[in-house]
């Protein structure tokens, strides 16, 4: 990949038919205050077919720009650029992202700073949206430290995500979902990143492999995470290193497309990394509630039928779900059992599935 050779950091975007989107973001990382850091920029065009590919060209001539034939998802989007970086750290950040000038560079030297063992730091991530307190009767988002109404005038952010924690019941959920940005400072420690924002060491890419391209999209952060605990590595959380992020710009959340990604590739995760026990529990319990809700008399259709798709897709990708489990299992330095006992019950406000 031409340049990436000599950088010290790799910043990939995916984009998927979001022409302004990617454009904003861009001009945020040529805002970043890089502190000697030779930063290259790659962005994936997912086939979006609206110009973007022309649109980057002419604002930013000086980020490569990679076009995929098909859409590719998330996870496939990263890997094609993936596949050919080769500086140390690579940077993956949303097109409905905008970091701060120095996200970048504190993020970097965070990894650098880290233990070995480190494979990745993931950012600090605010939701692009203001709030301010819900008077009563007005309609809100519910967080930990109160009831919000998106306000541009408000003087309150929120958190989007500060690293992904997994939880005894198989969900993935954002740490610090919807609270206070300025009263949530939570350990460095997590269990995993989340991909609107993170710095990830290329040697442990290549130890443990890329994204799973199954996934598509959704969990397919908390998988590589799982995998690169498997193998023995950490991931940590920078608190410095700020970006604001339009969350579900691109797939609008309690869609059909987002509840069969969020449904199906939960169960590929846990048939592929977790113990059999809770891997066969979650799938088991997701026949079930199927069924349930099959037969009540106000069930819906809608969801039934995208039920009834998880489960023909699952079954479908079974075969090489465990194949991989298989491969993952032999290289693992650390045990299954091991990695689970970092898996945390449900919250009683529970959260947003990674």
């Known amino acids: 990949m031409n340049g990436v050779a000599t950088a010290d950091v790799t910043v990939v975007v995916v984009t998927w038919r979001a022409r302004a989107l990617v454009l904003r973001c861009l001009e945020g990382l040529a805002r970043q205050e890089l502190d000697g850091l030779r930063m290259h920029v790659v962005v994936v065009d997912n086939d979006s077919r609206d110009g973007t590919a022309e649109a980057v060209h002419a604002a930013h001539p000086e980020v490569q ?3 995929s034939d098909v859409n590719r998802g998330f996870a496939g989007g990263n890997n094609l650029a993936l596949r050919a970086v080769d500086s140390p750290v690579v940077v993956l950040l949303n097109n409905d992202a905008v970091p701060e000038p120095t996200f970048v560079a504190r993020l970097v030297g965070h990894l650098r700073a880290a233990a070995p063992e480190v494979a990745a730091v993931t950012g600090r991530v605010l939701l692009a949206d203001r709030f301010r307190p819900a008077a009563d009767g007005e309609s809100a988002v519910v967080g930990p430290d109160g009831r919000w109404v998106a306000d541009p005038a408000g003087d309150v952010l929120l958190v989007n995500s500060t ?6 019941d198989g969900y993935g959920v954002d740490r610090g979902w919807l609270a206070r940005a300025d009263g949530h400072h939570p350990p460095r420690e997590v269990f995993g990143f989340c991909g609107a924002g993170v710095a990830l060491r290329t040697d442990a890419l290549r130890d443990v492999g890329l994204f799973d391209e199954d996934f598509f999209l959704y969990y397919e952060d ?3 995470s799982w995998r690169l605990r498997l193998a023995g590595y950490r991931v940590e959380y920078a608190q410095d290193a700020v970006l604001h992020h339009e969350h579900a710009a691109s797939t609008r959340e309690g869609s059909d497309l987002f509840r069969f990604h969020d449904w199906r590739n939960r169960l590929l995760l846990l048939t592929k990394d ?13 026949v079930v509630t199927t069924a349930s809700v099959a037969l009540r008399r106000h069930g819906s259709r809608g969801e039934v039928r ?13 075969p090489a779900m ?11 330095r650390v045990t299954r059992a091991e ?3 970092l898996l945390v019950p449900p919250a009683p406000s529970g959260g947003l599935r990674a």
């Open 274 to 286: 977790a113990t059999a026990r809770r891997a066969v529990a979650a799938v088991l319990r997701f």
């Open 339 to 341: 990695v689970e006992r």
């Open 322 to 332: 465990l194949a991989r489990r298989r491969t993952i299992g032999r290289r693992a």
């Open 163 to 168: 690293g992904n924690v997994l939880r005894t």
């Open 222 to 224: 908390s998988d590589l």
């Open 65 to 67: 720009v990679v076009v």
């Open 306 to 318: 995208v039920r009834l798709r998880v489960l023909a897709s699952y079954v479908r990708l079974l």
